[in-house]
């Protein structure tokens, strides 16, 4: 995931590790909503996604230490996977 409220280095804002991700679980139903659990910081939320060419997008409750009032987008992209059987 990318935060827009990152830097890395520095001491400006939350600083960001590119060494150290954050882990992420996600889950969606088959009727497009999903839950986000950042695992890092042991924050959840969810929404109700939109569908449009392969991407499922919706707004939000912010993840992280600095979770204020306003909400985050979540954009998701799906790509097909095609597994070789022997």
């Known amino acids: ?5 990152r830097l890395t280095g520095g001491s400006i804002g939350n600083p960001f590790s590119i060494g150290s991700p954050d882990q992420f679980s ?10 986000i659990n950042n695992q890092t910081w042991g924050a959840w939320t ?3 996604g939109e569908c449009s060419n392969n991407v499922l997008y919706g707004w939000g409750a912010p993840l ?20 070789d059987y022997l």
């Open 1 to 5: 995931m990318i935060y827009s409220d």
């Open 46 to 48: 969810d929404f109700q």
């Open 26 to 35: 996600i889950y969606v139903s088959a009727a497009g909503h999903v839950w």
């Open 64 to 83: 992280g230490q600095n979770n204020g009032s306003d909400k985050a987008m979540y954009v998701i992209s799906f790509a097909k996977i095609a597994y």
